[in-house]
């Protein structure tokens, strides 16, 4: 096809020619896989983790040395009081990426996410395939009983979050030092091995395992949109360059949807409890010494 022999021969396209070129592969389609990043919610107001402006280039601790496993052990109160205030973000709602894609699932045209995400969002936009690898602030249980915790019980705990069992309540995301599901993996890879066209975006496909997901695609279209170059933009079909919500949508989609006034009450009583909090703690101060780091991290590379 002579289309298709065009978007070979010039591969890398700014945000609104890529448009383009991803609808001619959207219509030609029939079993698409997403695979997103961070980059998929910047539009909802939540950082990414490792770009210019993420938690990584912050001062203060290290995200990777309190995120992990060894130091919610060695420290819950300061690891839970870092995760409100840094992984956990109420106001966040779906954008015109996860709008777009939750229409493409509703077509059977989608058939499935795989998100490395832990906001939740795609679940909120509406979309049921959804694989959250690296786990979601949504689902929180008892370490001790099991019960099930919503985002809001961490919330708006103080301290450690306990089970009426007395149980330490844990958030179900993949920290550092911890192995993925394997029933999510299993799943996540089998959608990818049987898609005719894989969308890779709003990744740098930086962390593995992100990026051994790929190797089982041998569908016919490998799309990547990043702002930034990937590692997988040798093997694309199709490189985009530039915000996720902006190359799956026209701009007159992009405005936010409203919300259901209860809700938003709710979250700004949320939000105003997050800013009074905001303020530098005792815990953190004590993170910035060293000590509590290299003790953490070499816990974890013993884990390794
Ligand atoms: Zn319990």
Known sequence: ????TAVRR???FPEAEGRQALE???ARSRRVVF???AGVSTASGIPDFRSAEGLYRQTG?????ILSKSYFYLDPAGFFDYYRRHLLYPRARPNAAHRRLWQLEQEDKLRGIVTQNIDGLHRLAGNQRVYEIHGTVHDNRCMDCGAFFPMETVLNSRGIPRCRCGGVIKPSVVLYGEGL?????IGAKREISQADTLIVAGTSLSVEPAASFLEGFEGKNLVVINREKTPADRRATLVIRGGVEKVLTDETEQEETTM???REQQEQEWADRIDEDSEETETEKTYRDGSLANECWAQDRENV
């Open 1 to 4: 096809m002579k289309k298709e």
């Open 10 to 12: 010039k591969k890398v």
């Open 24 to 26: 001619e592969i959207l």
């Open 35 to 37: 695979f997103g990043g």
């Open 61 to 65: 601790p290290d995200p990777e040395m």
């Open 181 to 185: 599901d394997p029933y999510v993996c």
């Open 260 to 262: 259901d006034p209860k």
